[in-house]
């Protein structure tokens, strides 16, 4: 854990429980359950034991907000045309290699940061005044400012606007029990279809984020699934194929999937996924009876009537 000089004054977060008299706090946010001692911060980068209370640096401190078409969070069947508000702070709760949001995820808030509190009525004013229908949770991982995201989609509901996340899905049942159901529509990226994969290139593991996705399935929260295509590393027919087969088995074949392309980032070198591999991940979902396949905006226009790009909109 790193130890650094505080940022933000922090909030008191919710999910700390103190260990023992020597101040050790153990965070109940999400599967990493980080045990920290006093001044540390959890993996996260945001997440600190301050003199033995676990505080959050995120918590009214945005340091992104924008309105943006929904399609390229990507949603392509929930408000489709509309524009969504998006907000954003530093740090993630996953260490993915291949990150392309590293500016963010990979950083947190420097020492002494006092940059002034944006509350939350201020963000559903800034979402209003943009003529946004919803506002995302959608630029590092929601997750890690969970007390701030459960604020802002409060104040949302009560002025007609829609609460939408876009998540790894790495989050403890309790805290998944509170934040998902302020939330109308949830987009959870799974990095590859395998164990392997999630703890050797992303720092953490793939069943809590199954259970997210099932959370939402079970619960009646509009669910679409994203799956970035790395070269080499997750594309193969297996892990495809693994993937769609349980979606197929845990979600259902009308779960809305979406394959996304990558770019280098982050120092990550694979090479940059082709439009091939991207149509053969799709033409494998239609193939299989799903009917509501994506691919990025970067794409071809696909040939099959049941693959669209998310900027399309949605029947
Ligand atoms: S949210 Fe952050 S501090 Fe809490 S367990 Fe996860 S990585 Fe650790």
């Known amino acids: 854990m790193k130890k650094l000089p505080p940022a933000c004054s922090g909030h008191p ?8 008299a020597k101040g050790i706090v153990r965070c109940g946010l999400c599967p990493h359950r980080c045990r920290l001692a006093p001044g540390e911060l959890g993996l996260c980068r945001v997440r600190r034991n301050q003199a033995g209370t676990l505080v959050a640096e995120t918590y ?5 907000e924008h309105a943006d078409p929904i399609s390229m969070l990507p949603f392509g069947w929930f408000l489709p045309g509309s524009s969504a508000y ?3 702070t530093f740090g993630c709760n996953l260490a993915c290699e291949f990150c392309l949001e590293d ?4 950083s947190s808030y420097p020492a002494g940061y006092d940059a002034p509190e944006i509350p939350p009525e201020d963000i559903v004013e800034n979402a209003l005044r943009f003529g946004c229908d919803s506002i995302a949770y959608a630029m590092n991982e929601p997750t890690i400012f969970i007390e701030y995201v459960m604020e802002i989609a409060t104040a949302a509901r009560r002025e007609g606007l829609k609460n939408v996340l876009v998540s790894n899905g790495y989050i403890l049942s309790r805290p998944r029990q ?4 302020l939330m109308d529509a949830v987009n959870i990226s799974i990095k590859g279809f395998s164990e392997e994969f999630y703890s050797s290139i992303c720092g953490g593991h793939l069943q809590p984020v199954l259970d997210s996705c099932e959370y939402c399935r079970k619960n009646g929260i509009h ?3 994203t799956d970035l295509l790395i070269p080499r590393y997750n594309d193969s027919g297996k892990m495809i194929g693994g993937f769609l087969d349980w979606v197929a088995e845990r979600l259902g074949r009308d779960t809305p999937v979406h394959f996304t392309a990558y770019h280098p980032a982050g120092g990550f070198t694979a090479p940059p996924t082709t439009v091939d591999s ?3 991940a799709a033409n494998a979902a239609t193939l299989r009876g799903f009917t509501r396949v994506a691919t990025n905006t970067e794409m071809p226009e ?6 669209q790009k998310p900027s399309c909109g949605a029947a």
């Open 178 to 181: 509170m934040l998902y159901p």
């Open 223 to 225: 669910l679409e699934v």
């Open 86 to 88: 998006r907000v954003g």
């Open 60 to 64: 009214r401190h945005p340091v992104a």
């Open 13 to 20: 977060a919710l999910f700390g429980t103190t260990e023992d």
């Open 103 to 106: 500016q963010l995820s990979r």
């Open 278 to 280: 991207v149509m053969s």
């Open 302 to 307: 696909p040939a099959c009537p049941a693959i």
